[in-house]
């Protein structure tokens, strides 16, 4: 998968996310054994410089179609990286997705708490409103929490709108269209709840830390 960083038709896909970077910076000067949590994987340009800045400490926890985190694992693990959990992967199913994922590790107990959270995921309403419930609840002390896209849409999406996709008039009603549905997720969940503070936002991510 990381072979295609850089090659054409996938640059907007290969540049690393400089706020996840600069959060990791942050984190590892108190820590040096953190969790990361990655949802929504795309080529791994953001895995792999936050592999690497790790060195193989702490933990790397992907989330998203398990055949994606399967191939960035194996990707990663070829480079020597051997802190890659690639377990939580979901299948290629219509409701299946990372919030049943996080879910299913959570009433399982299988997830750690983690330092540092990228949500990059799906950016709709249905996906990203339960996972940050469950992410909320698997915070270490002074963990961040990055949501990447907090004014996309799928009225704005180059793929997604229906202009060219007419499908997704099928799938969402014109007021899921022109929402902008991280931007929901954190008025909704992050902006109300006492033990996150708002950090601000930096090249459109909205960052939260938990305080309490």
């Known amino acids: 998968m990381i072979e295609k960083i850089g090659t054409q038709g996938y640059e907007t896909l290969s540049k690393p996310d400089s706020t996840v970077l600069r959060y990791l910076d942050l984190v590892m000067k108190s820590n040096d054994n953190p969790v990361y949590y990655e949802i929504g994987v795309g080529i791994g340009a953001t895995t792999l410089p936050v592999a690497e800045k790790?060195?193989?400490?702490?933990k790397i926890i992907l989330l998203s179609r398990e055949h994606h985190v399967k191939e960035l694992a194996e990707d990663?693990?070829?480079?020597g990286f051997a802190n890659i959990d690639s377990s939580m992967g979901n299948p290629l199913k219509t409701y299946s997705g990372y919030h049943f994922e996080l879910a299913m590790g959570a009433l399982e107990k299988k997830l750690?708490?983690?330092d540092l959270a990228y949500i990059d995921g799906g950016h709709v309403f249905h996906l990203d409103a339960p996972a940050t419930c469950i992410l909320k609840e698997l915070c270490r002390p002074n963990a961040y929490m990055i949501f990447d896209d907090y004014n996309w849409s799928l009225a704005k999406s180059p793929t997604l709108r229906p202009s060219k996709r007419p499908d997704t008039l099928k799938e969402y009603d014109l007021r899921q269209i022109e929402a902008c549905h991280?931007?929901?997720?954190?008025?909704?969940?992050?902006?109300?709840?006492?033990?996150?503070?708002?950090?601000?936002f930096e090249n459109g991510s909205a960052i939260y830390q938990y305080c309490a």
């Open 76 to 79: 990663l693990a070829e480079r």
């Open 182 to 200: 991280v931007m929901m997720v954190c008025k909704i969940f992050m902006d109300v709840d006492s033990r996150f503070k708002f950090l601000g």
């Open 54 to 58: 790790l060195n193989n400490k702490g």
């Open 112 to 114: 750690p708490k983690f």
